[in-house]
């Protein structure tokens, strides 16, 4: 019930200030318009502000058919000149509706609360506008990147030679890794030249990455992207404990020989998605070695126990890696975007490169500038390690390691709490801060009833705003998944949410005499 208390009404359009400096903003940012930069500033301060004191719910429940016909009604080529009026609309349109990770309830995906330094790093890298693409467009913030990637490959302890380069999040980290793989691997095959000139070679189809059934998609992806299709990505099957079966590679290995396939690579996971399970990296890397395959390891998840005194080691055997991504916009609670591909051997990075006269020739390179770009896929490129190092500059790494270990201890007592109930159906102990369950009170049986009462319960948990969760599918089996990211959620907090999610469940399966088939569709 106590949900029902926290309903916020909508909060009231915020009234035009009485110093409306409305039109001073009608310019560009520079040092004429500091006034109104401060005025500004503040006016969204209080927005945000309002917002977060206001909607205290993860979200309003809002459908997009509800608020799309808003969005038709505007016309984007009548501007309304006047911040009071663009601020009153974007609140309407946005910020009433804004799912809030850092709400104790907002236990979906992998969004997490961001440090208070991170978001003032932001308002200062913003305004600047720095491009850290080339020395000449950024200066000092080219060195603190370099210094934070410097930083995270020794906490990785990638070695003396790693090096790395800040992305847009995993995605571009493992594509990035994995086309650094493939043109090595390309480069390996006889009479071809390289694909950086001349594309793929003739026996490229033969090429194969193998990566655990339940890594993440972003390695089809990449495969894809990579001129080898999802095809090329094998699928190495996972134990009870959903990590990587060592046996089952090898096995998978032997296959492809006598196939006369060519895997190039294998990826790691370190904290998969769903359930947070790390593979066993160290065998992984035995194999890699005895193979010469190339290692990447997914850490966007399980980055953040870098930081971690307790539990630092699980990530045993990340040093290995030939590759590692990692998400800080994950597990180091930045802000997104904030992410980084580290690579063991530097020159690998050069598969990266292209020197365009105007921005970084080559002989700018021989003479030692840092120009990032010569190992990034993109060109231009957010500030985005600011945020990062006023993190750690002020709160300090161990403080994100401790945030960690909090939400893991979360997970692990919300697991202890549902694994001796009779109407929770719960995966697996978590293997880091996610968990997998679906409810299933005693009556019902048939799978679609308990697929339909569990999707009746997550709709209304999002449709009231009293929740965010997640949901997957295992096995064909759809299942409800908490990912727990907010050190401040409590126990508490999601004992109330079970409750919830009894009560929906209950509703949706019927009063206890009637038959869950009544509510069950075609079944
Ligand atoms: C989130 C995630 C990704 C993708 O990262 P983005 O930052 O969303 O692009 C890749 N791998 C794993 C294991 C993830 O959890």
Redesign the pocket.
């Known amino acids: 019930m106590r949900y029902d208390t926290e309903f916020a009404p909508a909060i009231r359009p915020i009234a035009a200030s009485t110093d409306d400096a409305g039109e001073n903003l009608l310019t560009l940012f520079g040092d004429h318009s500091l006034d109104a930069y401060r005025h500004g500033m503040q006016r969204c301060v209080e927005l945000v502000g309002r917002t977060l004191s206001h909607n205290r719910r993860p979200f309003s429940g809002v459908e997009p058919q509800e608020l799309q016909p808003e969005l038709e009604a505007i016309d984007l080529d009548r501007p309304l000149e006047s911040l009071e009026a663009s601020l009153e609309e974007i609140q309407r349109l946005y910020l009433d509706h804004a799912v809030h990770f850092h709400d104790p309830r907002y236990v979906a995906h ?1 969004n997490c609360p961001i440090t208070l330094p991170s978001v003032l790093a932001e308002a200062i890298a913003t305004p600047l506008n720095t491009a850290v693409e080339t020395w000449d467009q950024s200066a000092g913030a080219t060195l603190i990147e370099q210094k934070l990637i410097d930083w995270t490959s020794a906490r990785i302890g990638l070695g003396d030679d790693a090096d790395g380069v800040f992305t ?7 594509l990035m890794a994995l086309m650094i793989a493939r043109d090595n691997a390309c480069a390996a095959m006889p009479g071809h030249a390289g694909n950086r000139h001349h594309g793929l070679p003739q026996g490229y189809r033969a090429l194969r990455i193998l990566t655990s059934e339940i ?2 998609f ?2 089809q992806k990449a495969a894809a992207l990579l001129g080898l299709g999802y095809d090329a990505v094998i699928p190495v099957p996972c134990g009870d404990d959903k990590r990587m079966d060592i046996a089952a590679l090898a096995a998978i290995l032997e296959d492809c020989d006598a196939q006369g396939l060519q895997p190039f690579a294998v990826v790691a ?5 769903d359930f947070g399970s790390i593979d066993p990296i160290p065998r992984i890397s035995t194999i890699c070695r005895q193979r010469g395959l190339w290692l990447h390891v ?5 980055g953040g126990l870098l930081l971690s005194t307790r539990y630092r080691h699980w990530l045993a055997g990340i040093e290995q890696a030939d590759s590692v ?1 990692i ?1 800080y ?2 597990t180091f609670f930045q802000p ?2 904030c ?1 980084a591909c580290l690579v063991r051997k530097r020159h690998q990075l050069r598969h990266a490169t292209y020197h365009a006269d105007y921005l970084n020739p080559r002989d700018q390179a021989e003479e030692g500038t840092p120009d990032l770009v010569n190992k990034s896929l993109q060109t231009t490129r957010r500030f985005d390690a600011l945020k990062l190092w006023m993190t750690l500059r002020t709160l300090g790494a161990e403080r994100l390691g401790g945030y960690l270990e909090t939400v893991i201890g979360l997970a692990r007592a919300i697991h202890r709490q549902l694994q001796h109930r009779d109407d929770f159906e719960v995966l697996m102990a978590p293997a880091l801060s996610t968990l997998v369950f679906r409810y299933r009170p005693s009556h019902v049986d048939e799978d679609a009833d308990i697929e339909a009462i569990n999707r009746h319960v997550r709709q209304t948990l999002s449709r009231r705003g009293e929740a965010a969760v997640a949901a997957t599918r295992v096995e064909g089996r759809l299942y409800l998944k908490f990912t727990l990211l907010n050190p401040h959620t409590r126990l508490e907090d999601l004992e109330s949410l079970v409750e919830r999610i009894v009560a929906h469940g209950k509703d949706a399966a019927g009063a206890p005499n009637v038959p869950p088939a009544v509510v069950a569709s075609g079944s």
Request: charged share 10%; proline share 0%; no cysteine.
């Open positions: 992998l847009s999040g995993g995605t571009q980290s493992n890594s993440h972003s390695v996971t370190a904290g998969t998605t997914d850490a966007a998840y399980g991504t998400d916009h994950k997104v975007s992410s």
